[in-house]
């Protein structure tokens, strides 16, 4: 098992940046392909981006991409969501997410049933 807790959210004016952590539990971290996903209010949790084992691949939404960078220390056993350029519609509470099944697509990656452990959330509010 892994338990995963998120740092980072805040409150940031439009076009500004921020960086959230989440921290994993357990000496296997780099057994697991990490997830980042979203969820504003009314609306269902979406998949921001995700990134392999190693770190050498990442995937991103098409809302996201371009903007959002997500890496990983395996040693800290930590992932990372750089989140730039932020537009009031980024608002919403970010969730990490990891998984040890075989995953080697982006489809696979985006799907929410593929996560077996997810985090508590951070909130992000990006104001205009």
């Known amino acids: 098992q892994v338990q995963l807790v998120e740092s980072g959210g805040g409150l940031v004016q439009a076009g500004g940046s921020l960086r959230l952590s989440c921290a994993a539990s357990?000496?296997?971290?780099?057994?697991?392909?990490m997830g980042w996903f979203r969820q504003a209010p009314g609306k269902e949790r979406e998949f921001v981006g995700g990134?392999?084992?190693?770190?050498?691949?990442?995937y991103y939404s098409d809302s996201v991409k371009g903007r959002f960078t997500i890496s990983r220390d395996n040693a800290k056993n930590t992932v990372y969501l750089q989140m730039n350029s932020l537009k009031p519609e980024d608002t919403a509470v970010y969730y990490c997410?990891?998984?040890?099944?075989?995953?080697?697509?982006?489809?696979?990656?985006?799907?929410?049933?593929?996560?077996?452990?997810w985090g508590q959330g951070t909130q992000v509010t990006v104001s205009s």
């Open positions: 990134i392999t084992r190693s770190g050498g691949n990442t």
């Open positions: 357990g000496r296997t971290f780099s057994r697991y392909v």
């Open positions: 997410a990891a998984t040890d099944r075989f995953i080697i697509t982006a489809q696979a990656m985006g799907a929410m049933g593929n996560y077996d452990y």
